[in-house]
């Protein structure tokens, strides 16, 4: 009796302190875009700076994603973490102390190292330190109850700090919390590892990341290249995912084992984690400038409206294991895709009203919201519980890659959508008035939501546009692309996800890759 006590006092301070790093990586999602227009001007940082302030965390989680969960099956999932939390704290202080937006990016990269890292791990030590079912299940509402009040307040928590302070604290806020974290790490965790833990798979870590790094740069500087720069930029990306797949066919101990893929709950939760990341995740991004740019609303406006977007998040998780429970992920995994998709769409209609405001946007925000909510937590716990707690390192390695690169990749994408969908109306109301590349640039500016001063750079719209109307609704125009393409692409993928879970489970569940043969 004595040693249970013990045992459940240690596996909640282990919880405190994993949900407390998790608590960082949310808050750093989140917060981040609201001082995005603040960079635009104090960094003079153009739209381009803007996604690659953003992208290159999420790239650089990529990159660690699974030697992180390798590393920690290896020389033990608590040395890891602790090396990993104190990286975040270090590379967070570089960031808000970096002096230009290219000096932040490269700290942002050094973050999103640390940070993948961090986050590989917190899922890693839940899925070893609570390895009974049902107490693992309750472990990780928990955990996505607190990643969501990261993620829920950290846009309030961000226009706040730019209101109050100024955008450096955005960052630097992050390097107590990571001590914190650390006493309850180092108090609480148990040191776990797989003894069967193999080599670093360098070939296959090098040829993922050069492949997305390299789809992403074409989808974000795609239209500063030439016929020929771009055509080798795919060449190269196309290439090095052709390596990757043939390093992981023929090393002996690759990092994606695809065996995994042919148990069908890893697999259907494999698209909820891509779900949320083609739509919900990378819209939060541009979200604050449709907000601030399109209907006028300042900083600490926008944050407390995004409370709406987010705080489903935080609020669903019991009510998402309780429906997993009921109905098994084959439904509640699809069903929070769904709602999300439903959400999107609701605010693609909200946002073309005429007259539209944030109660127009209200609807499928908050529907958006309860999507996410429904789908986060059944998709972790499914993709950890669909194999043997001695590969929770590599499942939730493939769970988390399969998360950011669907983020880096749409990063770029709602980018250009946006861009392309203000070039759309431009072209149409304005005509041949303005030269491509003028027309191009000025669409650039128009995406960054500032749409003050846009004649200094664009002389011509002074007597195009007196009023401002035109660029006004091509930015409208812009979010509408970007809205309808995110609902149609979820509401896809919820989908292929039922199909891929295939009929209702009657037999156990499988526990690990021997199941599955």
Sequence with gaps: ?????????????????????SLLFGL????????????????????????????????????????????????GRKSVMVITTVAFGLA???????PSAAL?????????LAGGAMLTCSVAVLSHQFQDGRERGKAFVAWSVVSGIGLGFGPAIGGLIVALSNWQWVFLI????????????????????????????????????????GFSYLITQGADLGTSARIGVISASVAAFIAFLVAERVNPYPMFDFAVFRIRQFSGAIMGAIGMNFSYWPFIIYLPIYYSGVLGYDSTTTGLLLLVYTLPFMVMPPIAERLRARYQARIAIPLGLLTLGIGFIAMWIGSGLEGATWLTMLPGTLIAGIGIGLTNSPTTNTTTGAVSPDRAGMASGIDISARLITLAINIAVLGLLLTQGIVSHLRATLGAALEPDELRALAERVATGNLEGLAQGTPKLAALDPSGAIVHAALVNGFGWVMLYCGIGVLALSVIGFVIFGPKRVAPQETGLAAAE
């Excluded at 009796?1 to 302190?17: C, F, H, P, Q, V």
């Excluded at 999602?29 to 290159?56: C, T």
Aim: with cysteine.
């Design 1 to 21: 009796m004595e040693r249970d006590r013990y045992a459940n006092s240690t596996n909640t301070i282990a919880l405190t302190g994993v949900c407390l790093a």
């Design 28 to 75: 750093e999602i989140s917060s981040v875009p609201m001082i995005l227009p603040k960079l635009e001007s104090v960094l003079a940082a153009d739209f381009k700076d803007l996604q690659w302030i953003m992208n290159a965390y999420t790239i650089a989680c990529t990159t660690v994603l699974m030697a992180t969960g390798t590393l920690a099956d290896r020389f």
């Design 92 to 98: 967070s202080l570089l960031c808000g102390l970096a």
């Design 104 to 112: 932040l990016i490269a700290a942002r990269f050094l973050q999103g």
């Design 174 to 213: 992050h390097v107590p919390l990571a001590l914190l974290a650390l006493a309850f790490i180092g108090a609480g965790v148990t040191q776990s590892r797989d003894h069967n833990a193999q080599k670093l798979d360098w070939a296959g870590m090098l040829t993922l990341s050069a492949s997305v790094f």
